[in-house]
């Protein structure tokens, strides 16, 4: 199969330029002006965007988690992937307590057998070294593809790790050349606080907020950075959502540390005061860290801008908001703790960051796509449109106006952080690895075309093609 997208305006990290992007199977063989070649299927891309397909590195799906599942499996959470531009995600795997990494690495492939939408990849989140995998298991992770390791510093009693374990993961990593990531808020401090809260009676979902203030995200990402730097590996740190935790960070990189971080695009647009809705809406709101005051969303601009943030992901975790989010209706600590967003992260970054001016194209497709394909292992087979890249790509009409609601997402929760917004500029067709996935508002191709992608060591390039069904 080959396919032809003529005179589209091509922008990846680097480039934008008018030409002819040619696809045979399922990479890009050449790109040029007015090609002149046969091709199975033509696409014309005149007035129209040619993306690279969107990576997320930070999303949640068939996750266990607060008490219930999160609402979409690989096949939902994919699906609303694709229509969003979104060819390629990394997940995480949890690994239970007690349980080996292999064991649990199984689990989650179980959970996308024949459901692949799109291509993924797997973080592996370390709960415990005591009874579950031990130093050598987690070593060996990268040399199956998963070459990051992921450590919760929050969610006391649940995911969170001790210093000792986080200290020990760090220091696998630096050999083995893995990533290591963190969820860096204090669990410890909040802890107490979510006890004295409801001690009070405070009960409603805008104590969420409250009780894990910045300051608690700020010091965990100052411990994990300092941690990282007497281990020697390097460090991402997930959802940083205020102040306090960008300052750390933009420190590190000012010094050169091999330290990144990323922020998720709910951080943009909901703050704190969408937690005081009434009659429970708040609870829409209640993921991890918190919807910060609104003052924050500007400063997260700024770092993405001179990045000092790396990387934009969705933390897609979704729940739904009649049925799972109503666990906590009498106490705001049983809330599950997520939000959905894989459908909308390229709609809304490109409405308020590139119409809006505060980011230019050329970045806003190194946030959504090429450095998380660089940072994770992915560059450049996904991440960007070059010859030889795979052929995830997207043909973005940036005329077209969509009005995002949950009526009409791909995800199975039952609202959107996002409801009602109108945005100029939708993707139009997705392609990945050269097969049509999303083409004149439908679906076009059948759940199982995903494959899950061996990814290579930080800072290394993935050259070989490695994946399977
Ligand atoms: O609330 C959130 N973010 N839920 C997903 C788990 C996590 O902390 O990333
Ligand atoms: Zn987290
Ligand atoms: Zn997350």
Redesign the pocket.
């Known amino acids: 199969m080959s396919v032809l997208i003529k005179g589209g305006r091509v922008i990846t990290a680097a480039d934008d330029y008018v030409g002819d992007v040619y696809v045979e199977g399922e990479r890009v063989s050449l790109i040029g002006e007015s090609l002149d070649v046969e091709a199975d299927k033509v696409i014309d891309a005149s007035g129209k965007y040619v993306l690279p397909g969107c990576v997320d590195p930070?999303t949640?799906l068939d996750?266990p988690?607060g008490g219930t599942t999160t609402i979409d499996d690989v096949e939902s959470g994919q699906t609303a992937a694709a229509f969003g531009g979104t060819t390629c995600h990394v997940d995480?795997i949890i690994q239970p307590q007690g349980s080996s990494f292999a064991d649990a690495f199984d689990d989650w492939r179980s959970k996308a057998n024949g459901k692949q939408v799109i291509d993924m990849g797997y973080h592996m989140a370390v709960t415990d070294l005591r009874e579950g995998g031990s130093l050598e298991e987690l070593a060996s992770l990268p040399d199956q593809g998963i070459t990051s390791y992921k450590l919760?510093m929050?969610?006391k009693g649940a995911?969170m790790v001790d210093d000792e374990t986080l200290f020990k993961t760090m220091e696998v990593a630096a050999e083995t050349g893995a990533l290591v990531m963190v969820?860096a808020e204090n669990g410890d401090a909040i802890d107490v606080l979510v006890r004295k809260a409801l001690a009070e009676g405070k009960t409603e979902p805008k104590y969420h907020a409250l009780t894990r203030p910045p300051e608690t995200e700020g010091e965990a990402t100052n411990r994990a950075i300092q941690l990282a730097r007497v281990a020697g590996c390097a460090l991402y740190v997930?959802?940083v959502s205020c102040q306090e935790s960008v300052e750390p960070i933009a420190l590190a990189r000012e010094k050169g540390w091999n330290v990144f971080g990323e922020t998720c695009t709910q951080y943009f647009f909901v703050d704190y005061t969408f937690l005081e809705k009434p009659n429970f809406e708040g609870a829409k709101y209640?993921?991890?860290?918190p919807p910060r005051d609104k003052a924050n969303q500007e400063i997260l601009w700024a770092a993405v801008r001179n990045d000092v943030l790396s990387a934009i992901s969705t933390?897609h975790?979704a729940f739904l908001w009649d049925g799972q989010k109503s666990l906590g209706k009498d106490d705001f600590s049983k809330i599950?703790?997520?939000?959905p967003g894989l459908e909308n992260r390229l709609h809304m970054i490109h409405e308020f960051g590139v119409r809006q001016s505060r980011i230019g194209l050329n970045r806003m497709v190194e946030l959504l796509a090429t450095n998380p394909a660089k940072l994770f292992g992915l560059y450049p087979r996904k991440g960007t449109i070059a010859v030889g890249s795979d052929a995830d790509i997207v043909v973005f009409d940036p005329t077209r106006k969509h009005t995002i609601t949950a009526a009409s997402q791909h995800s199975k929760t039952d609202y959107n952080l996002y409801e009602g917004t109108e945005v100029t500029g939708t993707p139009e067709s997705v392609l990945l690895r050269g097969n049509v996935l999303v083409e004149g508002g439908e679906l076009v191709a059948e759940p199982g075309i995903g494959q899950f992608v061996k990814r290579a060591r930080f800072g290394e390039q993935l050259t070989a093609v490695e994946t399977a069904a």
């Not at 209640?286 to 860290?289: D, H, K, N, R």
């Not at 599950?336 to 939000?339: F, S």
């Open positions: 930070h949640h996750m988690f995480f919760f929050a969610y995911l969820h997930v959802h209640v993921y991890t860290p933390d975790c599950p703790n997520g939000g």
